[in-house]
């Protein structure tokens, strides 16, 4: 079983970062976000990083969400600073952390 990884955008709390170009757009260096109408939408879900959390905590509205965001370590440094490529040893699955751990998420909550 595999998960698609992206943030989802409420449009009704995206205000475009008030006129400027939004924040998760700048800072997004896979292209995930573009604009339109003014505001902030997934243009490219699977460029998206899987367990990357990072454009969260920089919308001031709070419109990005992940659906299987858990508890998730946001990156303080540069996102990719700390970011490893790890094949889970339990099923195979190959995700991205900043974590030391060698069970994709859904192996290391299913016990």
């Not at 170009?21 to 939408?41: E, M, Q, S, T, Y």
């Amino acid at each position: 079983m595999t998960t698609t990884w992206y943030p989802i955008v409420f449009p009704d709390r995206c205000d475009g970062c008030q006129g400027s170009k939004p924040k998760c757009i700048d800072f997004c260096p896979h292209n995930v976000f573009a604009l339109r109408g003014g505001k902030a939408f997934v243009a490219n879900p699977q460029n998206c990083v899987e367990g990357c959390v990072s454009c969260m905590p920089l919308c001031p509205r709070k419109a990005i969400e992940f659906p299987l965001h858990r508890s998730f370590r946001i990156c303080e440094r540069s996102w990719t600073e700390g970011l490893k490529r790890i094949t889970c040893r339990k099923c195979g699955r190959v995700f991205w952390t900043n974590e030391e751990r060698d069970l994709c998420w859904e192996c290391s909550s299913s016990g």
